[in-house]
């Protein structure tokens, strides 16, 4: 949404507001995996017991991003 006001003939000031909203976003804070099997640290040795750690979690989150915009226009 954009309100514009023509102050004189050749300026106009401008205000603006945006939104975005975005449903099942992979963000990057959200994909690490703090869990470490310490049987595979090196030097692994086998036989490999416990999960394989870490793993990709693959989680989604929803975000709302919002800006404003102020502007100032000058035509000659």
Known sequence: M???Y?????????VGYDFLYWTS?????GQIDTAINPM???PVTPPIAG????????ATSDIW???ISVGLE???
Do not use: D
């Open 51 to 58: 999960p394989i750690r870490p793993a990709p979690l693959l």
């Open 2 to 4: 954009r309100v514009a």
């Open 74 to 76: 000058f035509r000659y």
């Open 25 to 29: 976003v992979v963000r990057p804070g």
């Open 40 to 42: 595979l640290l090196p």
């Open 65 to 67: 991003v919002h800006g």
């Open 6 to 14: 023509q102050v004189t003939p050749r300026v106009r000031a401008l």
